[in-house]
Structures are given as structure tokens and as C-alpha cells.
């Protein structure tokens, strides 16, 4: 009797050990367009790049996540994570002593750096959405090889929600009530963005006409370009590394640009670099944000301004 009752079990748990296993085994296409076969959930991640790192923590799969960035700064608990070098300069030792069953790139990584890790055997697979589609697309495929498919389906649900309650209160407005934007990223020279960014998602999902929309890209505009453009509302990212923000200093105080119809009215906001330039979950939060600051009838304005 008890032969037969630990055969059964025995037989039970390798069958469920065989299945689970099997479960695990998938290929997920990356978006540079690679097949990436995951033969189990891997277990030790390293990330490099901010927005990758961000994703991993939306999807509560931090735990995996062994090595990241220095530039990996939100939220606060990734600065604590094991540093393997810069987005441009990872240092392949350090990464290395981490064992890494999975290495999340993304387009800031140099090109020969996911070759080079590759030709380690490092399984690599490549984040860099173009449009917030493609952030809640490639938020699925992380919760997949992660095994919570059931959670990411729900954050891609909840993210969904929020972007279709900024675009369903603005959706009745006729053009003519759409404010013209500019997005300032650098002054000298004007640099902006054009269709073909998130930047110009963000404006146009958010009820604004982003003047820049015949440029393609990021793009440089003259200062001739900008007068006739004559914006009435610009957004201006903070700028990275310093006290000073430089571009915003330079838009409100030189006087070529006093009569703009923006600061005119005092309509020059700043906004937070990483949430307005990284490719990752917060992209709502900037629809969000950019709502607050075009259509502050409709939404609760910014805080601080």
C-alpha cells in the first residue's frame, strides 16, 4: 500500500514539475524584432535603462531585479539596487559576478553592447517603444516572461483607464479652442519635438495643437520659426544635472521673446524630465500632466504653479 500511495506522488510531482516547466517556455518578439525564446522565468534581471527599470517595478517584480543603472532613479527603492555602470558604459565585470538569466536593454544602449552580450550567452531581450502603445505592449510582454500576465493585463487596464479619462474630456473640444504648444527641451539651439514622439502624444492626447507638428522627430527651430508660431502655452523640461534651468531662464528673460503669447500670460511651465522623456509606465502620468497644464478648466492645474 504505501509503495503504490509514494508512487502516485512521486509521479504527481514530477508530471506538475515537467508541466510547470513547459508553461514557462515561450518566445516573446522584442522591439528591435527578435525572437527571444525564454526557456523558464528567469529569475535574476538586470536592467539598463531607467524606463525598463521603472517597468519591472510597476509589474511588483523588483525582487527579480539584481543589477541597474546609475541612472535608475525612480522609484527611490531602484537607487538601492547593485550598480552596473551608466546607460552608454556598463561595466561587463560587474554584470558578469551578477549571473543574470535575463538583460533588459533598451535604445539608449549602445548597439554593440547587446552583441557583445550576447556573444557572453546572456539572454537579451530589447525594450524601446516608440508610442505609449508600444510602453503598454512591451508592459505585457515583461509580465509574461515574468509569470504575472494576469497582473500586467490589469496595469495595462488601469493605465488604459487613465488615458481614456484626460481624452474623453477633451474630445468634445473644437479646434479652435486647443491651445497651440511648444515643448522646450534646449534653447541654444530652440530644440523641440515633433510628430513621431511621445512629446507630441502627450500634447495632442492631452487636448493641445503642438505647433511643432510639421517637424519630424526632435527637431531645431529658428527663432524667426517660433515667433511666427507664437505659442500660447510652453512646456519646458527641467533641466538635467543642474540648479539652473537654463532654456526656462532663457525663454521667460530674453526680450525676442516677450511677445509671445506664452509669457505674455505667464504660460511657461516646467516639467520634470524623466516623466515627460522616459518611455516607461509614467508616460500616462505626463498625459496626465500635460492635461493639468493646457486644460486647467477641465483638470486640476499643477502644483507649484
Known sequence: MKKWYWLVVWSAVIFNLFFS????????????????????IPQRWVSLSPSNTEMVFALSLEDKLVGVTTYCNFPPEAE??????????????KLILLEPDLVLAS?????ELVEKLENLDFQVFVVEPRNITQVLDDLEKLAQIGGVEKEGRLLRQSLEARIESVTS?????????????????????LWTAGKGTFIHQFITLAGGVNVAFGLTDYATLSVEELLLRNPEIITVVENHGSAENLPYQFITTDYRFSSLAAVREGKVFRVDADIVSRPGPRVVEAVELFARIIHPELFSPPEGE
Open 169 to 189: 474630456r477633451v474630445a468634445h473640444l473644437p479646434q479652435a479652442e486647443k491651445p497651440r504648444v511648444l515643448h522646450l527641451i534646449w534653447h541654444d539651439p
Open 107 to 111: 535604445s539608449l544602449n549602445p548597439p
Open 80 to 93: 538601492k539596487k547593485e550598480k552596473v555602470g551608466t546607460i552608454t558604459d556598463v561595466n561587463l565585470e
Open 21 to 40: 516547466v513547459a508553461l514557462a517556455q515561450m518566445v516573446v518578439i522584442d522591439d528591435r524584432g527578435r525572437e527571444v525564446r525564454i526557456e523558464q
